[in-house]
């Protein structure tokens, strides 16, 4: 039932090595490794990280953090970011640091990534304002909060048990506590947290079942998702209600969907550098920003 940790919004995704050279341009002969006979220095080092893909992707990343960092930087805070790093770092426990190293990652390029993030949704909220029409068709869909309580097994056959077991009258609590392969919740009558239709930690099938679910129901056949086979019981299934009351919620899942959407980060983040006015002074470099926007170098 655990998300996965996600290397950011599509357009601005990849944190790259530091760079510390791509920021200069002077003919500094400073000695970066010697060897017998020879050296390299920081202004061929510099040249060479230049004609690279991965050179020029993190001078771009730079200077999108940076452009990011000053228009919006006042929108995200370090304790918001360190809210959610926490979040992750609870969420994964002793498997953190091993997560992190296989999505090629340390905790402080984790955090970065992070910050990226929230800056870059804070300029998509900022730069692209959500329409009426874009509300009704996500109202139409949408599903308010329920909770429900959950079964988790390795096979549709245990599963399968388990509803007949819950048909002769033993009950979900006990039934989690021994078949249950989900330990957050097994000791607690497998009950999850209350979540609705903009949720992204639950499996879609795992939702789209738990919805069609009246209050007090148990689905009659094991639901499969990416983690196993799931027994579900609605404790609760709220009426949809007023859209006003959930306007907040239907919002920020449009804004998700946003942040998905290449063609529409890209468009953002291009109208953040031109409002930036960056300006290359490197020839070689000119098309670093190409992807996003045309900023040819000044002199």
């Not at 920081?42 to 230049?50: A, L, N, R, S, V």
């Not at 998509?124 to 029409?133: A, G, R, Y």
């Not at 988790?152 to 399968?160: C, D, Y």
């Not at 999850?192 to 056949?221: H, I, R």
Request: hydrophobic share 35%; net charge positive.
């Amino acid at each position: 039932m655990k998300s996965y940790i996600k290397k950011g919004a599509a357009a601005v995704a990849a944190i790259g090595v530091a760079l510390s050279m791509a920021a200069c341009s002077n003919q500094s002969k400073s000695t970066v490794a010697s060897y017998k006979g020879g050296k390299i220095t920081e202004q061929e080092y510099y040249d060479e990280m230049k004609k690279s893909q991965a050179g020029q992707s993190t001078l771009a990343n730079m200077i999108i953090n940076r452009t990011l960092e000053q228009q919006y930087g006042d929108k995200v805070p370090q304790s918001k970011v360190n809210k959610q790093y926490d979040n992750y770092k609870k969420q994964y426990g002793s498997q953190f640091s091993a997560v992190l190293q296989q999505n090629g990652m340390t905790a402080s390029t984790f955090k970065q990534n992070l910050k990226t993030n929230l800056l870059s949704e804070a300029a998509l909220k900022s730069i692209k304002k959500i329409s009426k029409s874009q509300e009704e068709k996500a109202w139409k869909t949408y599903q308010p909060k329920v909770t429900v309580q959950h079964i988790l097994v390795a096979n549709k056959s245990t599963a399968e048990k388990v509803i007949k077991d819950l048909k002769d009258g033993k009950s979900f609590a006990s039934l989690a506590k021994k078949y249950s392969l989900d330990t957050a919740t097994k000791n607690k009558e497998g009950k999850l947290p209350a979540f609705d239709s903009t949720d992204t930690t639950l499996d879609s099938s795992f939702k789209t079942a738990a919805f069609k679910l009246k209050t007090g129901e148990v689905t009659s056949t094991p639901v499969k998702s990416q983690s196993g086979y799931h027994v579900i019981k609605m404790i609760s299934h709220p009426a949809k209600g007023k859209f006003a009351d959930h306007k907040k919620a239907i919002d920020d899942e449009i804004y998700a969907s946003m942040t998905q959407d290449q063609s529409i980060m890209r468009e953002v983040i291009a109208t953040v550098l031109k409002k930036a006015d960056v300006s290359i002074k490197d020839s070689d470099l000119k098309n670093v920003l190409s992807s996003y926007v045309s900023t040819p170098g000044k002199n």
